[in-house]
Each structure stands twice: as C-alpha cells, then as structure tokens.
C-alpha cells in the first residue's frame, strides 16, 4: 500500500496535510494524551490517601513502579507494531488496555492488587503518549510542529490542573455514588476513554504503508529480562539488603537480560524493536542519554513533592493538587515560549542547556526547604522546575526526531519516550526507596533530640498510649494519617524526619540533573527540516517509483 495513494480510512494525500486536517486528527489524539496526563497527576495527589487506606504507604512505589515498568516496556513494542500494521488500530487498542485497566484498579482491595492492575493499565499507557507524538511527528514538520504545541501544552496544563484537584476531591471524600472517593480516581477516565475510542475511531485516517517485517518478540521478552530485574532491586534493595543473595540474583537476571536484548537487536537488524542504527547519530546518544537523566529528576521530583506537601505542611490531597499549579504554569509558559521561537528561529539546543540548568537548581533548592519553609517558597521553586521541564523536553524530543530518517520516525519517537520512561522508573523507584529506607532512623534520631526538650516529654506524658506505641518499636510509617491529629509538638519530629529524608531524595536528585546539564552541552544542533516525515516518505517513494520507470 503506498502513501501516495491511500490512507488508513480511505483519505487520499500527497504526503501533505492542510492546516484543517491536522486539527482534526489532533483532537483524537489529544483525548489520548488527556487520558494519559491526567492519570498521572491524578493518581499522584491521591497517592497518599490511597495507600493509607490499603495500609501500603511504603508499598506505593509497587503501584507506581508496577505503572511505569509496563508503560515502559510495552511503549517501543507501540512503535514497531504501528509500523507494521498502522498507527490508528494500535492506538486505539491503547485505549482499550487503558480503559479495562482503570475499571480494574477502581476495584483493588490492597496495594499489591492495585499494583497488578496498575501494571495492566500501563500495557495502554505505553502507546496512548508515544504513539500520539509519533503521529504528530508523522504530519508535521519539526520547523511547523511548534505552531501545533501549544494545543499539547494545553492538553497538559488541563490536566496537571485538574488531576490533582480532582484526586484531591475525590480522595479526600469517604464514598461517593456508592464507591470509596478514591476509586473514583480511576473510575473518571471511564468516559474520556470512551469519547477517545469515539472520536479517534473518526478522524484518526492516515496514510500507512505496510512494513514486511516479523514482530521482534524476543526482543521484547530480553528487554522485560533486563529491565524488570533491576527495577525490582531498585525497589525492593532497603527490604532485602543491597548486598542479599536475592539483590545479587537480580543485578544477574538484569546484566544478562540487557547482554541478550543487545545480540538480539543486532541480529534483527532493521526489524529490531529498539534498531541500533539509531545510535550511530551522535544527536540521538547524546539526546537519549540526557532523556534519560531527565527522566530520573523529573519524575523523581514530581513524586516527592506531594509527599513534602501532604506529609510535612499537612495539606489535603486537594489543597496539594492546587499547590502544585505553579509547576503546571512553568511548564506551560516555557513551552508555549521556545516553541515559538524555535519556529522562528530553527534554533533549539539554548532550550535544552538551559532547561537542565533550571531543573538541577530547583531540585536543589528543595533539598534546602524544611518543617517551616514557606509555602510561597515552595511554590516558587516548582515554578522554576516548570520552567526547566518545559524548556528542555521539546527540544530534546526535536533533536532527536529531527536527526533520523522518515522509515525510523515512529521507532525513534517511542524510542526517545521509552529512554525517558526508563529514567522515571528508576528514578521513582529508587527515589521512594531512598525516602523509606532513610525515613525511620531520622524519625528516631529527632526523636531522640525532642526527648531533651520538657514540652515534648510533658506532651508525651499526656498521650501514654502514644508514648506506648513509641517505646514499643516505633512507628507504623504505612499509614501517616495519624499525623493529622496527634499533638502537633509530638508531630514535630516527625515531619523532621520526613523532611529530612526528601531533602536527601532532592540533593540526590539534583546530583543527577547536573551531569544531564553537564552532558547536554555536546548535543550538536542540526538544522530543522521543513518537510513532514510523510512529506520525506511520499518524496522519497515517488523517487523510487521514476527511477523504476
């Protein structure tokens, strides 16, 4: 089937969309992307309230590790597989994962079953973001792709609007409509997924040229052997010991799984699910490379910062979810500005240098922000993260994109949203890990310093049972809601504790960051086409047809 001649519904085109046609494939795709936005920062600000009431606080990261592992892996699969048979039924089977897999978390009864069907739900997250920027890559060139950025900024900024005030509500509500409030965090992508089958089974008309190639399964089985591993040391390390046989066992597993994926992406050749050839580009090793690093803060910081919020300045799900719109406006502001002015000017490696350097100040300064650090303070600092996330993200994504040619257009875009999703994985993993592992023994040691103070020993005397719970091996950090009513001068070493141990998740975080800003400085900025990827194909398509003639 040629792109020249048909497309996936029917549509003929000369590999060139107008200005209307692209709208309109866009509102399928940003249903999608809504769908996928909105899940994580509405699960984020719920989190909380989530694993209090499953009595799994430090079992969270099996939820959100579960989530991402499967997003991960199942994205570059996407990529390969819309190749093969199209983009629009791949996204729209996307959808339909999502959709089973919300309806499932909204019925767990304990965080290690919500983690399961969280996994599940990932298997349609895995496509709904990569196969949406590979479409748009599809009919945009990367000098125009800016003009239509601001439509995905808004998608986000909705999103990172409403998903924590609308977690925020609904966790913060005993039931609603029979159901526990917090499940209606999941029950709500309901309707949007099935609007989103609606409309993108509408619009979404492509042209698509089938690709002969075998799916490269044992690829992926090697991947998931490389990667799964590693991610469950990561997160499982504090339990077992770093050191454990079982810990050892898996850095095995891991190192061979990756050894394996390597030889058999080298033998697959061009039907590879990850095709090495991408990496002969220096533009694409060292945009994947700071991807990656990217992706270990970003989702590092955008998971502690809730915590900080809820945990230690006491705030309701809802009132987190609201504080955190200072990010939403950062990101906002820097990618509706370099968007434009990359339009302008063709220019994007100043974005990407200085959106590193601002995330990397950020996330250290909140390493320095404590139990009385101001709220304005706080807000400040997540408008300056916002700042940096939204500077670097889509320049990173055009040098990458922009640097391959059009047969690799699709692999290349999941590719550049697999390494970021590797690098939230780990990062979140080992990020919640560091938090839970350090957590205890600070709590104990500002308990120690508050036993010298009378206040804390006179209010401990008032709640013997308490004082009880203390004595007798600590406290339960599963469940932090008793914090909310107990004895703020007993409280307050405590959130110390808390603070304590995410300003070394920050300071650690911010480590990472500033070898990405280090590394970023190589990325060689290369002229951006003005010719879609379909554009290219059709060109290239209808040179091989006269040279045939």
Do not use: C
């Not at 922009?402 to 590797?422: E, K």
């Amino acid at each position: 089937m040629s792109d020249t001649a048909t497309a996936e519904g029917g549509a003929t085109t000369n590999g060139r969309l107008s200005h209307r046609q692209i709208l309109t494939v866009l509102s399928g795709l940003m249903l999608g992307m809504f769908l996928a936005a909105l899940d994580q920062t509405i699960v984020s600000s719920a989190m909380k309230t989530i694993a209090d009431e499953l009595h799994g606080q430090s079992l969270q990261a099996w939820a959100t590790t579960a989530y991402l592992i499967t997003a991960t892996l199942s994205t570059p699969l996407y990529g390969k597989l819309s190749d093969l048979f199209g983009r629009k039924p791949m996204y729209l089977t996307a959808i339909s994962l999502f959709l089973a897999g919300s309806l499932a978390s909204a019925m767990a009864g304990s965080m290690y079953e919500l983690a399961a069907f969280r996994a599940f739900q990932g298997l349609g997250a895995g496509g709904l973001m990569s196969l949406a920027l590979a479409i748009i890559t599809d009919i945009t060139s990367p000098r125009e792709r800016s003009r239509y950025q601001g439509y995905f900024m808004a998608v986000f900024g909705v999103s990172s609007v409403a998903g924590p005030v609308v977690g925020g509500f609904f966790a913060g509500l005993d039931s609603f409509a029979g159901l526990t409030g917090w499940r209606w965090v999941f029950m709500v992508n309901v309707p949007i997924a099935l609007a989103a089958l609606v409309v993108v089974s509408k619009v979404l008309n492509l042209p698509h040229t089938r690709v002969d190639q075998k799916v490269d399964f044992l690829g992926a089985g090697a991947l998931a052997l490389g990667l799964v591993p590693l991610l469950l040391v990561a997160e499982q390390g504090r339990e077992w010991g770093w050191g454990s046989p079982a810990s050892l066992a898996m850095y095995l597993i891991g190192a061979l799984g990756v050894a394996l994926f390597i030889l058999q992406e080298r033998r697959m050749g061009d039907a590879a699910l990850l095709p090495l050839r991408l990496f002969r580009s220096g533009v694409f090793r060292v945009s994947t490379a700071v991807t990656v690093i990217q992706g270990i803060g970003m989702f590092g910081a955008m998971m502690s910062l809730p915590l900080y919020l809820q945990i230690v300045k006491g705030a309701t799900p809802t009132q987190a979810g609201l504080q955190m719109l200072p990010l939403t406006l950062g990101i906002m502001v820097a990618s509706l500005g370099s968007g434009r002015i990359i339009t302008r000017t063709g220019r994007y490696k100043g974005f990407a240098v200085a959106g590193l350097g601002l995330m990397a100040a950020a996330v250290f300064s909140f390493s320095l922000i404590g139990v009385d650090t101001a709220l304005g303070v706080v807000m400040a600092i997540a408008f300056v993260l916002g700042l940096g996330l939204g500077s670097t993200m889509q320049a990173l994504t055009l040098a990458a994109t922009n640097d391959v040619t059009p047969r690799d257009i699709g692999v290349a875009t999941s590719s550049v949203t697999f390494f970021r999703q590797i690098g939230g994985t780990a990062g979140t993993a080992v990020f919640l890990s560091i938090l839970f592992s350090t957590v205890g023994d600070r709590i104990a040691a500002a308990v120690r310093s508050a036993m010298a103070s009378p206040a804390y020993t006179a209010a401990l005397a008032q709640h013997p049972e308490f004082a009880r719970q203390l004595a007798g091996g600590g406290l339960d950090v599963n469940d932090t809601s008793f914090l909310a009513h107990l004895d703020p001068v007993l409280a307050r070493p405590i959130l110390e504790g808390f603070s304590s141990s995410m300003s070394t998740v920050f300071l650690i975080g911010g480590a990472v960051l500033t070898v990405g800003f280090a590394l970023v400085w190589l990325l060689r900025e290369k002229p951006l086409s003005d010719k879609s990827a379909m554009e290219q194909r059709a060109e290239q398509e209808a040179g091989e047809l006269a040279l045939a003639g």
